[in-house]
C-alpha cells in the first residue's frame, strides 16, 4: 500500500511539473510576440502562396468599364496606350451644365457618361457618349475637337478585334 501511495504522489509530482513547464512554454511564445498556433497559421501562409493565378479576363470586370473601354477604343483608336496614366468614369446628370463654370453653357438632356484620363498634354483626353435603347451609344463631340455635330454610334455589343489591347484600357480605368 505503501508503494502505490508512493507512486500516486511520484504522479502528481509529475504532472505538476509538465503543467508549469507548458505555462514557462507559453509565456516565453507570448513575450516573444509569437502566437500559439505558429505552425497552423504558416502552414495557412503557404497554402496562400501555392494559389494558381489566372490572368484576368474581361469578364472579371464590370459591364460598365468594358464599355467605357470600348467606347474610349473607338474614338482614340488602338494607338499605343500609356500605361501610367489611368482613365476614370464619371457619371453625368440629365441637366447639368456641359460648361459647368459658364452659366450660359448649354446642358445635356439625358444622363452622360464621361471616361477621361489625367494626361494634360492630350487636348481631346475625354469622351462623353449616352446609352441608346437600341445597345448602342451615341457620342458626343467635346468642345475641343473639330468633330462634326452629329454624334457617332458604336455598336457595344460587337465583339472586340483586339481583346488584349481592350483589356488593357479596361485595366487602366480606376
Same mark, same amino acid.
Given at each position: ?16 511539473? $509538465?503543467? %508549469? !513547464?507548458?505555462? &514557462?512554454?507559453?509565456? =516565453? ?39 467605357? $473601354?470600348? %467606347? !474610349?477604343?473607338? &474614338?482614340?483608336?488602338? =494607338? ?95
Amino acid at each position: 500500500m505503501k508503494k502505490l501511495i508512493w507512486a500516486l504522489r511520484l504522479g502528481i509530482v509529475l504532472f505538476g511539473v $509538465a503543467l %508549469v !513547464w507548458e505555462q &514557462v512554454q507559453y509565456n =516565453r511564445q507570448v513575450a516573444s510576440g509569437q502566437r500559439i498556433s505558429q505552425q497552423r497559421q504558416s502552414r495557412h501562409r503557404e497554402a496562400n502562396h501555392l494559389k494558381i493565378v489566372r490572368p484576368r479576363q474581361l469578364s472579371d470586370f464590370s459591364a460598365t468599364k468594358v464599355e467605357a $473601354a470600348q %467606347v !474610349w477604343l473607338h &474614338v482614340k483608336g488602338p =494607338r499605343v496606350i500609356d500605361e501610367d496614366i489611368p482613365l476614370h468614369i464619371r457619371q453625368i446628370a440629365a441637366g447639368q451644365r456641359i460648361q459647368p463654370e459658364n452659366p450660359r453653357s448649354a446642358v445635356y438632356n439625358k444622363p452622360m457618361i464621361q471616361v477621361y484620363s489625367d494626361d494634360h498634354q492630350d487636348m481631346n483626353n475625354r469622351v462623353t457618349y449616352a446609352h441608346n435603347a437600341d445597345n448602342t451609344v451615341m457620342i458626343t463631340p467635346t468642345e475641343s475637337s473639330s468633330a462634326k455635330s452629329q454624334a457617332v454610334r458604336v455598336n457595344t455589343q460587337a465583339s472586340p478585334k483586339h481583346r488584349t489591347t481592350l483589356l488593357k484600357v479596361v485595366q487602366l480605368i480606376i
